[in-house]
């Protein structure tokens, strides 16, 4: 993980003051998150936004939900949420210098800016265990059910120092989707840190449950 200039981190706190701020006047950034049962608390607790105005570099993002990565001297990685009504692998985003197609990414953010972990306040959580999931909106529901909740974005932006991290808890569990991006992140952090696999039902995820349960039916999945 690449160390941040004081340039870097002066722009991603503004970046997220700005895209939080306008939060409060997009009618259909909030009822994204209605949908997806994140209460205001929350959102205020993870510093969500909605890029309205986009900073410089930040044009391509534009209506997307802004996801900061927050750490206790400030954010370090801003990921971008698309929140339109559509399908995005059948949705062109753009049409590239050849004349090709571009769909839109589900998830999205500046080229590089891997290698973090979301809600790093988790690792400070008076707790044996530790859930890593897959996806910024899968530790805000476990978060919300009240169980220590960390996230990677995929397999790739997993770093071997991220290990003198997970130290404190005695156990590491791992809940991803299933399909084959949620299967590879399985097998790596089962490889990596011994994490105990969390079964999720077909075809749901953590906000799925969040939603249709609550905090009981997150809960439910951990053992013991």
């Given at each position: 993980m690449?160390?941040?200039s004081?340039?870097?981190?002066?722009?991603?706190?503004?970046?997220?003051s700005?895209y939080?701020?306008?939060?409060?006047?997009?009618?259909?950034a909030?009822?994204?998150?209605?949908?997806?049962?994140i209460?205001?608390?929350?959102?205020?607790?993870?510093?969500?936004g909605v890029?309205s105005?986009p900073?410089?570099?930040?044009?391509a993002?534009r209506g997307?939900?802004?996801?900061?990565?927050?750490t206790?001297?400030?954010?370090?990685?801003?990921?971008?949420?698309?929140?339109?009504?559509?399908?995005?692998?059948?949705?062109?985003?753009?049409t590239?210098?050849?004349?090709?197609?571009v769909?839109?990414?589900?998830?999205?953010?500046?080229?590089?800016?891997?290698g973090?972990?979301?809600n790093?306040a988790?690792?400070?959580?008076?707790?044996?265990?530790?859930?890593?999931?897959?996806?910024?909106?899968?530790?805000?529901?476990?978060?919300m059910?009240?169980?220590?909740?960390?996230?990677?974005?995929?397999?790739?932006?997993?770093?071997?120092?991220?290990?003198?991290?997970?130290d404190d808890f005695?156990i590491?569990?791992?809940?991803?989707?299933?399909?084959?991006?949620?299967?590879?992140?399985?097998s790596?952090?089962?490889k990596?840190?011994?994490?105990?696999?969390?079964?999720?039902?077909?075809?749901?995820?953590?906000?799925?449950?969040?939603?249709?349960?609550?905090?009981?039916?997150?809960?439910?999945?951990?053992p013991?």
């Open positions: 690449k160390t941040l004081l340039e870097q981190r002066l722009f991603l706190g503004t970046s997220v700005r939080q701020a306008a939060l409060a006047a997009d009618i259909g909030q009822a994204y998150l209605a949908l997806r049962g209460d205001q608390s929350a959102a205020n607790m993870f510093r969500l890029v105005d900073m410089t570099g930040h044009e993002f997307r939900l802004a996801l900061p990565y927050l206790p001297s400030g954010p370090v990685a801003l990921r971008f949420r698309c929140i339109q009504n559509h399908v995005c692998k059948e949705t062109v985003w753009f590239d210098s050849k004349g090709k197609p769909y839109c990414p589900k998830y999205t953010g500046p080229e590089g800016d891997e973090h972990l979301f790093v988790a690792l400070k959580a008076d707790s044996e265990f530790l859930v890593i999931c897959e996806g910024e909106i899968d530790a805000i529901a476990w978060t059910a009240g169980v220590p909740a960390v996230a990677l974005s995929g397999v790739k932006a997993w770093k071997d120092h991220f290990k003198l991290t997970l005695r590491i569990y791992v809940a991803a989707d299933r399909d084959d991006a949620g299967r590879g992140l399985k790596l952090l089962i990596e840190v011994g994490a105990r696999p969390i079964r999720y039902p077909k075809g749901q995820d953590a906000n799925d449950l969040w939603r249709s349960g609550g905090a009981e039916a997150l809960r439910a999945l951990i013991g």
